[in-house]
């Protein structure tokens, strides 16, 4: 079986997406759609000699097709809730890059639909698809640190990218950093701590990138640093330390877990796992090397990939999403209320959102 894609959305995301699939013998791009020309060129480019799709300036066009089998959604962020409305018209498998929505209600309507939808609607998180926190979350398996009880998250980088239109600029149009940036981050502190977040307090601000662009006039507001802290029900509590002002870093990603046996770390795109006992001084440490299968690395150290194959594993063998509409939600959640605690200057409970 050979599983045919339409894309929609040609940008930086929608072309990794392609290139990905140009990887995937049991995968094709039969087309594409973009309002923009200039998008329609990258994606016709990223399709390199393997693929010649169809080009659709309208993605209802790409919908409208009975040839297609599953859809990347990878248009701006503020877009998803309407592209996905008219997705769920049809009963084609989509996968929806990350953010799910901008908004906390946009992304609890777009779950109800989704538990109607005939097809698979998977949620575009590939940050938990990354060989070192795929080895990570196995070791955890284990219980070799026994009962986690705190996880931190370290992400010291770039600014973020330009983006067609600049539509990235605003919270208005991404949701805010804590959204846009950090949803893949949150989904991960619920993959590790395994309970229910219910309280979220954080502290941000718009300290050093942007500040000399004007966009019409407008100066961009959106934060690029922030210390988010999650409170959980178990009792459990994460931390997340974004910075994206430290591109000259060793490690973009950092992450700790610790239990009650011990502390696990791992850093990316280095790649070196250590774990330790609660004997002082003595740990182990090794390195982990990228996943077999992955053919393509792109911009998620082959994680992109490793997604595509589970979601055509799914879509063959009629299995549900991996990654639910349910964790696109808690991960917009958490975002908007950090971004709602440095605002307000208080704790955020979850159930206020949800």
């Known amino acids: 079986m050979t599983v045919r894609y339409g894309v929609i959305g040609t940008g930086m995301m929608g072309c990794e997406h392609i290139r990905n699939i140009v990887q995937i013998d049991s995968a094709s791009v039969v087309a594409i759609a973009d309002p923009n020309e200039r998008s329609r060129r990258?994606?016709?480019?990223?399709?390199?000699?393997?693929?010649?799709?169809?080009?659709?300036?309208?993605?209802?066009?790409?919908?409208?097709?009975?040839?297609?089998?599953?859809?990347?959604?990878?248009?701006?962020?503020?877009?998803?809730?309407?592209?996905?409305?008219d997705v769920f018209g049809t009963d084609k498998h989509v996968l929806l890059e990350k953010p799910m929505c901008t908004t906390v209600a946009d992304s609890r309507a777009l779950?109800?639909?989704?538990?109607?939808?005939?097809?698979?609607?998977?949620?575009?998180l590939e940050y938990r698809y990354m060989t070192p926190i795929m080895r990570f979350l196995d070791e955890l398996k284990e219980g070799s640190i026994g009962d986690i009880k705190m996880f931190f998250i370290r992400e010291?980088?770039?600014?973020?990218?330009?983006?067609?239109?600049?539509?990235?600029?605003?919270?208005?149009?991404?949701?805010?950093?804590?959204?846009?940036?950090?949803?893949?981050?949150?989904?991960?502190?619920?993959?590790?701590?395994?309970?229910?977040p219910i309280k979220i307090y954080a502290s941000g601000a718009q300290d050093v990138n942007h500040l000399d662009e004007r966009y019409n006039g407008e100066v961009p507001d959106i934060l690029d640093?922030?210390?988010?802290?999650?409170?959980?029900?178990?009792?459990?509590?994460?931390?997340?330390?974004l910075c994206m002002f430290a591109e000259g870093g060793r490690n973009e990603?950092?992450?700790?877990?610790?239990?009650?046996?011990?502390?696990?770390?791992?850093?990316?795109?280095?790649?070196?796992?250590?774990?330790?006992?609660?004997?002082?001084?003595?740990?182990?440490?090794?390195?982990?090397?990228?996943?077999?299968?992955?053919?393509?690395?792109?911009?998620?150290?082959?994680?992109s990939y490793l997604e595509h194959l589970d979601f055509i594993h799914s879509i063959e063998n009629l299995l549900p999403p991996k990654v639910t509409a349910e964790d696109g939600l808690l991960s917009v959640a958490m975002g908007v209320a950090a971004q709602n605690s440095i605002e307000q200057g208080v704790p955020v409970y979850l159930k206020d959102l949800l």
Request: hydrophobic fraction near 40%; glycine fraction near 8%.
């Open 42 to 85: 990258w994606g016709l480019k990223a399709c390199q000699d393997k693929f010649v799709p169809d080009i659709h300036a309208d993605y209802k066009e790409l919908l409208a097709r009975t040839d297609i089998d599953a859809v990347v959604v990878a248009s701006p962020n503020f877009t998803h809730i309407d592209v996905m409305r």
């Open 225 to 241: 640093n922030a210390f988010v802290i999650v409170d959980y029900e178990n009792g459990a509590r994460a931390c997340l330390d």
């Open 156 to 196: 010291h980088r770039f600014p973020f990218l330009k983006k067609v239109d600049d539509w990235n600029r605003f919270n208005r149009n991404s949701g805010g950093t804590l959204v846009e940036k950090c949803c893949h981050f949150f989904d991960m502190m619920n993959l590790v701590i395994k309970s229910k």
């Open 253 to 303: 990603q950092e992450l700790v877990a610790t239990g009650s046996a011990g502390k696990l770390e791992v850093t990316i795109p280095e790649g070196l796992m250590t774990k330790a006992g609660r004997e002082y001084g003595k740990y182990t440490a090794q390195k982990v090397e990228l996943d077999t299968r992955v053919k393509e690395v792109g911009l998620h150290h082959g994680a």
């Open 111 to 124: 779950k109800a639909m989704a538990l109607s939808h005939v097809g698979i609607v998977w949620v575009g």
